[in-house]
């Protein structure tokens, strides 16, 4: 079971880059990283996904290196909508094991 | 699209009751997810079905739980009898692709047993 690990908490300010990391230590080879935004009373929100190296998208990067036991959600430029819990879950293409983390809260403050 | 539907938003009932969570996923989605959240223990998998078939139900608490699926465009969980540590925010998502794919959230249901 790929067990992930992320930091409880992290605060930034409006037009910061934000870098969140998490680790999954045990993770096989053939889990995908997804990274999820949730907001108060709203369901999760997909942000990005990757397997290895770099993925790029209009809103995130994901950096994943060679051994893959972590990775870093990094967030471009924050803005106060950008407050929010951020998830790191881990799991194949089957759904088996699917572990999200204990979640991200990021406090972007002005 | 009007994305993944839950029913109902909220439910309050009393320890013991039968409580039946109702969602409708996207349409065209193969694959239908139920969680759980918790202050405590945070987000939850319980279920997840691919093509209507449960697939890995490893999650799910115990005998008091059940999930069907009886076609790709309705699932339930039921929860009989409920007790108060069910109380809890139930979402539903559904994807293109299994877990590998971006899993579409519903808003949830907020349980409260009491």
């Known amino acids: 079971l790929a067990k992930t690990t992320q930091p409880i908490s992290m605060d930034s300010y409006e037009g910061q880059e934000v870098n969140i990391t998490c680790s999954h230590n045990n993770i096989a080879t053939n889990d995908y990283i997804t990274w999820y935004q949730q907001f108060p009373s709203q369901g999760p929100r997909f942000i990005i996904q990757g397997y290895k190296t770099k993925v790029t998208n209009e809103v995130a990067s994901l950096f994943i290196p060679a051994d893959r036991k972590s990775s870093t959600l990094s967030l471009p430029r924050v803005s106060l909508s950008d407050t929010a819990v951020y998830y790191c879950?881990?799991?194949?293409?089957?759904?088996?094991?699917?572990?999200f983390g204990g979640g991200t809260r990021l406090m972007v403050k002005p | 699209d009007a994305g993944v539907i839950q029913s109902p938003r909220h439910e309050v009932t009393e320890m013991g009751q039968e409580v039946t969570l109702r969602c409708k996923p996207i349409?065209?989605?193969?694959?239908l997810f139920w969680y759980r959240q918790t202050m405590m223990r945070g987000l939850e998998l319980l279920i997840y079905?691919?093509?209507?078939?449960?697939?890995?139900d490893s999650g799910m608490p115990e005998d008091r739980f059940s999930a069907k699926m009886p076609n790709a465009s309705f699932s339930t969980l039921k929860i009989q009898p409920s007790e108060p540590r069910d109380s809890a925010v139930y979402f539903c998502?559904?994807?293109?692709?299994?877990?590998?794919?971006?899993?579409?959230f519903g808003p949830g249901t907020r349980l409260t047993v009491l």
């Open positions: 879950l881990v799991g194949d293409h089957a759904g088996n094991m699917l572990t």
């Open positions: 349409s065209g989605h193969n694959s």
């Open positions: 079905f691919n093509n209507n078939v449960p697939i890995d």
């Open positions: 998502a559904s994807s293109f692709s299994g877990g590998r794919g971006e899993q579409f």
